[in-house]
Nanobody, 124 residues
Framework: QVQLEESGGGLVQAGGSLRLSCAVS????????VGWFRQAPGKEREFVAT????????DYADSVKGRFTISRDNAKNTVSIQMNNLKPEDTAVYYC?????????????????WGQGTQVTVSS
């Protein structure tokens, strides 16, 4: 049974930083890419960032490039995303998800296990 649990969300002022973590249990962690997605009220879930099983390949949404950095620790079965220079439009519930393969992907359909999400609120 694969389970993902996010942590690190909260309230921050615009320009501030947060670091989200995703702890993954079950399965062989380094065989699979892991992604972060977010969903704001009234909007569809959108891709944020992803990292391959080895950690060598990453991809980011244009809206977060240069501000967010995804990383993984395969010894600890965790994936983190460092979010800097946060903006009010980054406010959303953030979800981590495990892919069906080692390859990075931006579409939610490529991910078959999801966490419950953690709220990030950026005040102006």
């Amino acid at each position: 049974q694969v389970q993902l649990e996010e942590s690190g969300g909260g309230l921050v002022q615009a320009g501030g930083s947060l670091r989200l973590s995703c702890a993954v249990s079950g399965g062989t962690f380094n065989w699979y890419a892991v992604g972060w997605f977010r969903q704001a009220p009234g909007k569809e879930r959108e891709f944020v960032a992803t990292i391959s099983g080895s950690g060598r390949n990453t991809d980011y949404a244009d809206s977060v490039k240069g501000r967010f950095t995804i990383s993984r620790d395969n010894a600890k079965n965790t994936v983190s995303i460092q979010m800097n220079n946060l903006k009010p439009e980054d406010t959303a519930v953030y979800y981590c998800a495990r892919s069906v393969s080692n390859y990075i992907a931006t579409r939610p359909g490529a991910y078959n296990y999801w966490g419950q999400g953690t709220q990030v609120t950026v005040s102006s």
